[in-house]
């Protein structure tokens, strides 16, 4: 393990919104640095991700300062910036009442809107220290975490990817793969250490900072969604629901809490604590 590394690093801006590489990223106690700050969120209040909405794998959001660009097929890019403190509004997630600001300039909501063809909203979550508590069946007191779908960071390694490609390619379903890395949508992505190998892990540092391993990663349909085209498989839920079904998911990487504050580099060596 001596010579487990961060291969690569991903923000997403926009929860659903393709996800950005980069070189290096802050880690807050929610997470790192602008992931998944922001959410839309239909007429009835539900965020909207890839569930219901594949094409939002096209669309992207970019950090700048003070806010975030949006871009996708056919649309104008458009910045949008943070909003005011302002009165917040409920948003459900995943059955959870989360509270939000929606971006003050119509044109956002607009915007998103004409490029689903269905009514949404743009809603930034204003203060991630108190606003979202992480699972309390998986957390510590006081953790929080952004729109992420349960907890503030996703890890995955590329030897876990690369044996769950082999299986893949042995099964009924062959020509779906094999499948890239964002097929899974990680924040950080390591390499050098043995298939599965993460499965075992209860703390890791990257880098300075230290992690929790909170526990796996249970998959949904998203994973079978072509975040290039937003066309949709039948893997990799096939071939997991067959070689990494643990109770009643289907797992693959793990989900971390940050245990301090600090900034991880491509390049970092990954230590395994516990």
């Given at each position: 393990?001596?010579?487990?590394?961060?291969?690569?690093?991903?923000?997403?801006?926009?929860?659903?919104?393709?996800?950005?590489?980069?070189?290096?990223?802050?880690?807050?106690?929610?997470?790192?640095?602008?992931?998944?700050?922001?959410?839309?969120?239909?007429?009835?209040?539900?965020?909207?991700?890839?569930?219901?909405?594949?094409?939002?794998?096209?669309?992207?959001?970019?950090?700048?300062?003070?806010?975030?660009?949006?871009?996708?097929?056919?649309?104008?890019?458009?910045?949008?910036?943070?909003?005011?403190?302002?009165?917040?509004?409920?948003?459900?997630?995943?059955?959870?009442?989360?509270?939000?600001?929606?971006?003050?300039?119509?044109?956002?909501?607009?915007?998103?809107?004409?490029?689903?063809?269905?009514?949404?909203?743009?809603?930034?979550?204003?203060?991630?220290?108190?606003?979202?508590?992480?699972?309390?069946?998986?957390?510590?007191?006081?953790?929080?975490?952004?729109?992420?779908?349960?907890?503030?960071?996703?890890?995955?390694?590329?030897?876990?990817?690369d044996a769950l490609n082999?299986?893949?390619?042995?099964?009924?379903?062959?020509?779906?793969?094999?499948?890239?890395?964002?097929?899974?949508?990680?924040?950080?992505?390591?390499?050098?250490?043995?298939?599965?190998?993460?499965?075992?892990?209860?703390?890791?540092?990257i880098g300075d900072v230290?992690?929790?391993?909170?526990?796996?990663?249970?998959?949904?349909?998203?994973?079978?969604?072509?975040?290039?085209?937003?066309?949709?498989?039948?893997?990799?839920?096939?071939?997991?629901?067959?070689?990494?079904?643990?109770?009643?998911?289907?797992?693959?990487?793990?989900?971390?809490?940050?245990?301090?504050?600090?900034?991880?580099?491509?390049?970092?060596?990954?230590?395994?604590?516990?």
């Amino acid at each position: 393990m001596g010579n487990a590394q961060l291969l690569s690093i991903h923000v997403h801006p926009v929860k659903a919104f393709r996800g950005l590489a980069t070189l290096e990223a802050d880690v807050e106690p929610w997470g790192l640095v602008g992931d998944r700050r922001w959410a839309l969120v239909d007429d009835g209040g539900k965020v909207v991700t890839q569930r219901q909405q594949p094409r939002l794998a096209l669309a992207a959001a970019e950090l700048m300062p003070g806010g975030v660009l949006l871009s996708a097929p056919g649309m104008t890019p458009l910045a949008v910036p943070v909003p005011e403190p302002a009165e917040t509004v409920t948003l459900e997630l995943f059955g959870e009442k989360v509270q939000g600001v929606p971006a003050a300039d119509a044109a956002a909501h607009d915007w998103c809107s004409d490029y689903l063809g269905v009514r949404t909203r743009l809603v930034h979550m204003d203060d991630p220290a108190t606003r979202r508590p992480v699972d309390p069946e998986y957390a510590l007191p006081g953790e929080t975490v952004t729109f992420a779908d349960g907890f503030p960071l996703l890890l995955a390694s590329t030897a876990s990817l690369d044996a769950l490609n082999s299986l893949i390619s042995e099964g009924r379903y062959a020509a779906d793969g094999p499948l890239p890395m964002n097929r899974f949508r990680p924040n950080v992505v390591i390499s050098g250490t043995d298939a599965w190998a993460e499965d075992d892990w209860s703390r890791i540092a990257i880098g300075d900072v230290t992690f929790r391993v909170a526990k796996m990663c249970g998959r949904c349909v998203v994973t079978t969604t072509d975040q290039a085209s937003a066309v949709r498989g039948r893997e990799p839920l096939h071939t997991l629901g067959r070689h990494r079904r643990f109770g009643s998911k289907l797992v693959f990487g793990q989900n971390l809490v940050p245990q301090s504050r600090g900034t991880i580099r491509v390049g970092d060596p990954v230590r395994i604590l516990g």
